[in-house]
């Protein structure tokens, strides 16, 4: 296979980080999937890939690809793992892609690593393809994603509960550096590897740092910066991450790991679909708080590079420093929140004097939703047509529409004041509003059909779909409704499968 152009900067710089690994060989290489939109950005010829199942499914590889699987630790479920790492990826190098940006190319499920504990490396059609198609909706709604480059079936059975196909997903990721990664050499106490894996981080996602006074507490600052960003838009689409472990908190503020994950259907902070998730610790409301939580364990992990340990008032200070930028995050978090939904609203020209009258039109819009089971994405998109003078779908929406028309009244008030033109209200708020989400019962009906009967044709219409978030078009009708109330209810998802 023809060279990919690939650079290996990570595993040039960070040796000690990961151990050289090479991907299994399997029966039955097919290609499920390509991306070819980010085969495009990534400078890569997408019909020539078409060609090259045998090296997506891991059986032969460019001769320019370097695989690593790469260390990190983690806290999952709050309690701490030193030792986790890619248990069943590798990274194959890096792409330095059209727009300049360093983007890493990695597989997962292509077999046992050094890191693979009990597990056997494998992935599964279903899940992956799941996670293509949960990035690719991503992407479209403007939220920072890994995504999947293809999807290659393996042709061999993998065991979870009964037989299963097995595949590899092809990851494309700003990078691969998590809070675990450095939590792996804080546990271990090596300083000498966290001053490495500190330039690298910042000479890779900011290279404005280098050289400041304390790089450290900056790389802290930016990171959180990105993870409220981050997790801000995952509330305002209704995503629930699912599994918010340290592990899967990428420091570039793109979304990673798209294992128990789902979009609510009707507003309920509580929302939890992850099988695993007992004390719905990763609930949707939650994410702003765990977000806070992770940023706190990655803080620990940086004390050592921002004070001398033998110097105890300077340890003192750093941990003030760092205790600053841990309390402000709520605030970063609502202050993301408060705009995206005013845009929601379609509220052009706020200022700071509307704050807490808008927190109040706001929490009371969410109230609504939560007390009546509204569908979240048809409520906020249903807003817009309201936005225009057309009510009636929208209550419709609602058991007690009296209720819900009142506060459309309070609204309106609000409206006036900025004096925006109705259709354009209603063409902004058509922006920030998805109509189309990835629906957890159109999901599954896709990723039935690929496993069970070998059908790609529903994931590729989903996918298509998907990649239209703001789209009207009659066609997608289908996309845009609820799923019946008995399936959201029962809904689970599942992790490392
Ligand atoms: P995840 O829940 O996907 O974030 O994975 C958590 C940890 O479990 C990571 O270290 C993974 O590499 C590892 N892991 C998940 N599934 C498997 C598998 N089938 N085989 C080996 N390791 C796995
Ligand atoms: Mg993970």
Redesign the pocket.
């Known amino acids: 296979m023809r060279p990919f152009g690939f650079e290996h900067s990570y595993a040039r710089e960070l040796s000690g980080a990961y151990i050289a690994c090479r991907p299994n060989q399997v029966p039955a290489p097919r290609l499920l999937f390509l991306n070819e939109p980010l085969a495009a950005e990534l400078g890569l010829d997408a019909a020539a890939l078409r060609a090259e199942a045998a090296f997506f499914a891991g059986n032969e590889l460019p001769g320019d690809a370097e695989p690593i699987a790469q260390a990190y630790a983690g806290h999952?479920f709050g309690g701490f793992s030193p030792q986790?790492?890619?248990?069943?990826?590798l990274l194959l190098g890096e792409i330095v892609d059209r727009r300049g940006r360093r983007r890493d190319l990695a597989f997962k499920g292509s077999g046992?690593t050094p890191?693979?504990?009990g597990?056997?490396?494998?992935?599964v059609v279903g899940p992956m393809l799941r996670e293509a198609l949960i990035g690719e909706a991503m992407q479209a709604l403007g939220i920072p994603t890994t995504r999947a480059l293809a999807v290659a079936a393996t042709g061999e059975p993998v065991r979870r509960e009964g037989p299963q196909p097995g595949a590899v997903l092809t990851r494309v990721a700003a990078s691969h550096l998590r809070v675990g990664t450095f939590q792996f050499f804080a546990a271990r106490g090596d300083r000498a590897m966290l001053q490495r894996l500190l330039d690298y981080t910042i000479a890779r996602h900011d290279p404005e740092l280098a050289g400041t006074a304390d790089p450290a507490l900056g790389l802290l600052r930016a990171v959180a910066a990105r993870q409220a960003e981050l997790v801000a838009s995952w509330v305002l689409v209704g995503f629930i991450h699912g599994?918010m472990?340290t592990?899967?908190m990428a420091l570039s503020g793109e979304t990673i790991?798209y294992?128990p994950c789902a979009f609510i259907e009707s507003y309920d902070p509580q929302a939890v679909f992850s099988s695993i998730d007992h004390g719905g610790r990763y609930a949707y409301g939650a994410q702003p708080s765990m977000a806070r939580w992770n940023l706190a364990r990655f803080a620990e992990t940086l004390l050592p590079l921002m004070a001398d340990d033998e110097d105890e008032a300077a340890i003192a200070a750093a941990v003030t420093r760092a205790l600053a930028v841990i309390d402000e995050f709520p605030d970063r978090c609502d202050a993301a929140l408060l705009r995206g939904r005013r845009a929601k609203l379609g509220l052009g020209g706020s200022t700071s004097a509307d704050d807490a009258a808008d927190h109040e039109l706001i929490d009371a819009w969410l109230a609504l939703l939560e007390a009546q089971a509204v569908d979240y994405t048809l409520a906020w998109r249903g807003l817009a047509d309201a936005a225009e003078g057309r009510d009636e779908a929208l209550l419709a929406l609602f058991a007690d529409a009296p209720a819900a028309a009142r506060w459309l009244a309070r609204w309106r008030e609000r409206c006036e004041r900025d004096g925006l033109a109705a259709s354009e209200r209603a063409r902004r708020m058509r922006l920030v509003n998805p109509r189309i989400i990835p629906r957890n019962h159109r999901v599954e009906e896709a990723l039935a059909a690929a496993t069970d009967h070998g059908d790609i044709a529903p994931f590729e219409r989903l996918l298509a779909a998907l990649r239209r978030p703001w789209d009207d078009a009659v066609e997608l009708e289908a996309y845009a409704e609820p799923a019946p109330r008995e399936i959201t209810a029962g809904y689970r998802t599942y992790?490392?499968t």
């Not at 986790?84 to 990826?89: F, H, N, Q, V, W």
């Not at 597990?119 to 992935?123: E, I, L, N, T, V």
């Open positions: 999952q986790l790492g890619d248990g069943r990826a046992r890191f693979s504990r597990g056997d490396g494998k992935a599994v472990n592990d899967n790991d294992g992790c490392g």
